[in-house]
Nanobody, 115 residues
């Protein structure tokens, strides 16, 4: 069984920064890609950023230039550095890990950006 634990969410003023972490633990595994999603109230879950095992990244247009995704393969951990936060970034942020043939989700961490 693989477990993902997110941390680093909280309340921040607009323009501020937060750093989310997601650590994977459990049986021996190799993580192919790790992604961050978010879901705001009344909206669908959306992909925020993703990173492959070799470090290739992708971002949603809404966060390009503000968010940076990175990973530490030795620690099976992915990070999301969020800068210049906006009220519209308010959501529950979820980590997703692709460990073929399965996909695993974390429990989510709340990010609230006040105006």
């Amino acid at each position: 069984q693989v477990r993902l634990v997110e941390s680093g969410g909280g309340l921040v003023q607009a323009g501020g920064s937060l750093r989310l972490s997601c650590a994977a633990s459990g049986r021996d595994f190799s993580i192919n890609r790790m992604d961050w999603y978010r879901q705001a109230p009344g909206k669908q879950r959306e992909l925020v950023a993703g990173i492959t095992i070799n470090g290739t990244t992708k971002y949603a247009d809404s966060v390009k230039g503000r968010f940076i995704i990175s990973r530490d393969n030795a620690k099976n951990t992915v990070y999301l550095q969020m800068n210049s936060l906006k009220p519209e970034d308010t959501a529950v942020y979820y980590c997703n890990a692709e460990i073929l043939p399965w996909s695993y989700w974390g429990q989510g961490t709340q990010v609230t950006v006040s105006s």
